[in-house]
């Protein structure tokens, strides 16, 4: 059974910055595609970020480009997202996902990621 736990969230003044963990455990991890989706308050869920497997390729959602890193750790089965330069629109719930595969879908296509956390708080104010 795959399962996806998200921790760091929390409340941060604009400009601030956090990090998100994600650790993954009952599926080959290393072999995965993984990616930070977020949702703020009647707002559909967006893409953020996402890293392959293997070579470790990154694709980011234009909103957060320069200032948010993804990265994983295959030894922890953890994956990070880095976020800087926070911005009250950055509110939102933060949720890991994991693909059944090594590439990634498009961020844009929740559908295609099977796999889903609980999600974690993420509070920027102005």
């Known amino acids: 059974q795959v399962q996806l736990v998200e921790s760091g969230g929390g409340s941060v003044q604009a400009g601030g910055s956090l990090s998100l963990s994600c650790a993954a455990s009952?599926?080959?991890?290393?072999?995965?595609?993984m990616g930070w989706f977020r949702q703020a308050p009647g707002k559909e869920r967006e893409g953020v970020a996402a890293i392959r497997a293997g070579d470790g390729a990154t694709d980011y959602a234009d909103s957060v480009k320069g200032r948010f890193t993804i990265s994983r750790d295959n030894s922890e089965n953890t994956v990070y997202l880095q976020m800087e330069s926070l911005k009250p629109e950055d509110t939102a719930m933060y949720y890991c996902a994991a693909a059944s595969s090594w590439t990634c879908p498009s961020l844009g296509n929740t559908a295609r990621w099977p796999y889903w956390g609980q999600g974690t708080q993420v509070t920027v104010s102005s």
């Open positions: 009952g599926y080959t991890y290393s072999s995965n595609c």
